[in-house]
């Protein structure tokens, strides 16, 4: 289990679809994902996070089939052969099931087990659970994001989809909270929400980030750089992000991020 004391771990992206915003494509050949998956946990992921569909800006879905295809594979080859965590993002019951039945330990969903079915289906698998705030859905959530507090109405969904989850019979320790930066928000809400990250942490709960690559570390750092060319931006959005308490850090480059990390458990 991921509890709030624990140092932060990394999780690894793991994009098995065509149209991911940073590498979409590059891995969704299954012998493709295997090989980065295993390269993943030896630059120091404690978590594989093997998603099937894209949920950038302007996406898509894809069919229950479709989604299935790519990720239950991928899953079932890299269970036997990785020393980590697999974490399945999805927001679909049916591939949560048989994700978790493949291997999977965690669900890592961005609709926060909203869709009919995910709560019961979440429950049963025994699974750890990310619920992640987004305000809309990826088709039209950057469109023209609004709040009156951003950080109050973040926390007050996540904190009703904790109760949520209690009532279905998933333990408090088995749940994980993401902010969702860049889901639904503007980059002054991204700012305010870094800001402000520890307020998140409903009932003590282990924080999840994941700025890694995003559009927002491109206007930090004031320009229109490419999502490859975000690194060290990434990395350094992620080492203020664990030392504002996030305990787990999904990101494109694990082994910059462990580094990172290294120097920061050294020098405190």
Do not use: W
Request: charged share 20%; aromatic share 2%.
């Amino acid at each position: 289990m991921i509890h709030r004391t624990n140092p932060p771990q990394i999780m690894g992206i793991l994009n098995v679809t065509p149209d991911s915003f940073s590498d979409g494509g590059r891995f969704l050949a299954p012998g493709q994902a295997i090989e980065r998956a295993l390269a993943m946990v030896e630059e120091g992921a404690g978590i594989i996070d093997v998603g099937g569909e894209s949920t950038r800006p302007g996406s898509a879905g894809v069919s229950l089939q479709e989604e299935l295809d790519r990720v239950i594979p991928v899953v079932e080859a890299i269970a036997s052969r990785v020393n980590a965590l697999i974490s399945v993002d999805t927001s679909k019951p049916e591939v949560m099931r048989a994700a978790c039945v493949a291997g999977a330990g965690m669900i890592n969903d961005v609709f926060a087990l909203q869709a009919p079915g995910a709560l019961a289906v979440a429950a049963g698998t025994g699974a750890q659970v990310c619920l992640m705030h987004m305000q809309g859905e990826p088709r039209s959530m950057q469109v023209d994001p609004r709040y009156d507090d951003v950080v109050a109405e973040v926390r007050d969904f996540l904190a009703a989809r904790v109760a949520a989850c209690l009532e279905a019979g998933i333990r408090e320790d088995r749940l994980v909270l993401d902010p969702g930066f860049g889901f639904g928000k503007t980059h002054a809400h991204n700012l305010t929400l870094m800001n402000h990250l520890s307020a998140l942490a409903v009932n003590g709960l282990p924080l999840l980030v994941g700025v890694s690559r995003k559009s927002m570390i491109g206007k930090m750092l004031g320009d229109d750089r490419p999502p490859r060319e975000r690194v060290t931006g990434s990395v350094a959005a992620a080492l203020l992000a664990a030392q504002r308490g996030a305990r787990i850090l999904r990101v494109h480059d694990v082994g910059a991020t462990r580094d990172a990390l290294r120097v920061l458990a050294a020098l405190g």
